[in-house]
């Protein structure tokens, strides 16, 4: 028995709401504003990473100081 294999070449599409739209049939104006989406999700993306490391970096250093204060102490 074959399995049903993926059809690659089904037109992109975009699910909103529970709503499926194709995407080649919005307007300009839609898929501009669907690329400022996905650019802003990316960039959200982006700054969850980047506080993930700032937030570790600060807890290296505050455990550095916390170190270097009980060293002075000894």
């Not at 399995?3 to 709401?17: F, I, R, V, Y």
């Not at 959200?44 to 807890?59: C, H, P, T, Y």
């Amino acid at each position: 028995m074959t399995k049903n294999k993926k059809d690659t070449t089904s037109e992109p599409t975009l699910n909103l709401n529970g709503v499926e739209y194709n995407i080649n049939d919005m307007t300009d104006d839609q898929k501009v504003l669907l690329a400022h989406i996905n650019d802003l999700n990316r960039k959200v993306d982006s700054a969850k990473f980047n506080l993930q490391q700032m937030e570790i970096g600060r807890n290296a250093f505050v455990s550095a100081l916390s170190k270097a204060l009980t060293e002075k102490d000894d």
